[in-house]
Structure formats: structure tokens, C-alpha cells
């Protein structure tokens, strides 16, 4: 059993270079979600799904795009990397609203 | 949605029990509490989730008071390895709000041998 598996682990962008994080889930969860994690601070939000062909933005969706074609994936899309999009980022899934949430490993991105 | 607060940081010696308080002064009626822990280049994990008065599991337990504007994560015991970002939310299982909840900065424990 995989649980949530994000690749790459580690990227490194140019500044207006486009790219796709990535994320799969083999336990069959509705609910995915996006999160960023900056240096010394917690992790924010930034774009989750209630299930296929429903997304919602979180806290800070600006400069990402998501979709949700199927229950298994949820990849996030950076549109026109900045250097300000530099951080780790970690997807989620979990069952139901509020329930345990399993997140994967991260992606660690710097932008130059 | 309930905002919390938690100390920013913590350090213990080992073999101590640890009290983590979290307070969350407007939380909903439908509103469960839950706590995750973080390790340094790692994704959070879950540990503990309650609605009301003790919940106990293999690795922690959570207390919560009748007027639920606050909650304590206690470990028994913690090792070295208990050394990590520990984060307190609030949000609904059966209601909304919870994907939308952040996770806040958290609080940094450090056991000291």
C-alpha cells in the first residue's frame, strides 16, 4: 500500500518555466489537498478537491492551478514559476472532511 | 473558521511526560480536534483526533475540557525521537471548513537527553 506518492521529490525551475507537481493516492480517498511549507512556518493551503471534477481554492492559490480528473490524482500545476514559489510542497488525501489526513513525502522546489 | 494557539516552543528532558495545550476560543459545535506531528524534510502525520473529555491511543492522549476552548496533547514518557513540530486543528468530519483549515505554525519540541 503506497498511501500518497508525490514526485518529483526535488525540482529546480527557472523563473517563468511552467511544470506539474505530481500526486496519487491508492486509498481510494474524495478528499485531496495542496499545501506549501516555507521555511520555519507552518503549512498553508492552497488548492483542495472534494472529489472528481470538484475543486476549491485554499489560502494562497495564486500563480497554481489544479484539477481533479480522477479520485486517484491531483496534480498541482505551477503556471509561470516565480522565485517567490520557492518552498516544500506536500499533498494530502484523507477520507472524509476532518478525518486522518495522510500526507506524502513533498516536493522540495527552488526557483531561480 | 476556529483559529488556534499554541506555544511556539517546548523542550523536555526524556522519560518526561509532555503537556502541549492548544486553545481554540471560537470553536464550532461540529468541530473534532485534531493533532499531527511533523518531522524535519518529512509530511505531517496524524496522531490523535477527539470531540469531548479523553481520547487515549498506543501513542498519546488528548484531553479536552466541557466548554472545548482548548485541548492538551500529552506524551508519556518522550524520547529523542518524539523531538518534531507538533500542530493542533480544528475543523468538522461531517462538516465543512476542515480542508480549508491551515495548519499554523505549530509547536517545536525538543527533548533533551
Known amino acids: 500500500n503506497a498511501g500518497v506518492t508525490q514526485t518529483p521529490k526535488f525540482q529546480v525551475l527557472k523563473t517563468g518555466q511552467s511544470m506539474t507537481l505530481q500526486c496519487a493516492q491508492d486509498?481510494?480517498?474524495?478528499?485531496m489537498s495542496w499545501y506549501r511549507q516555507d521555511p520555519g512556518m507552518g503549512l498553508r493551503l492552497i488548492h483542495y478537491s472534494v472529489g472528481a471534477g470538484i475543486t476549491d481554492q485554499g489560502e494562497v492559490p495564486n500563480g497554481y492551478n489544479v484539477s481533479r480528473s480522477t479520485t486517484e490524482d491531483f496534480p498541482l500545476r505551477l503556471l509561470s514559476a516565480a522565485p517567490s514559489q520557492t518552498s516544500v510542497y506536500f499533498c494530502a488525501s484523507s477520507y472524509l472532511k476532518g478525518s486522518e489526513a495522510f500526507f506524502g513525502q513533498g516536493t522540495r522546489l527552488t526557483v531561480v | 473558521l476556529a483559529k488556534t494557539t499554541q506555544p511556539i516552543s517546548m523542550d523536555s528532558y526524556e522519560g518526561q511526560e509532555v503537556n502541549i495545550t492548544c486553545s481554540h476560543n471560537n470553536i464550532a459545535t461540529n468541530d473534532y480536534i485534531t493533532w499531527y506531528q511533523q518531522f524535519p524534510s518529512q509530511g505531517p502525520r496524524f496522531i490523535i483526533q477527539g470531540y469531548k473529555t479523553k481520547v487515549t491511543n498506543e501513542v498519546a492522549s488528548l484531553f479536552i475540557p466541557a466548554d472545548r476552548k482548548s485541548s492538551t496533547l500529552s506524551l508519556p514518557r518522550v524520547s529523542l525521537s518524539d523531538t518534531a513540530v507538533y500542530y493542533c486543528?480544528?475543523?468538522?468530519?461531517?462538516?465543512?471548513?476542515?480542508?480549508?483549515?491551515?495548519f499554523g505554525t505549530g509547536t517545536k519540541l525538543q527533548v533533551i537527553p
Open positions: 486543528l480544528v475543523g468538522g468530519p461531517l462538516g465543512g471548513g476542515y480542508q480549508k483549515v491551515t
Open positions: 486509498m481510494n480517498h474524495e478528499y
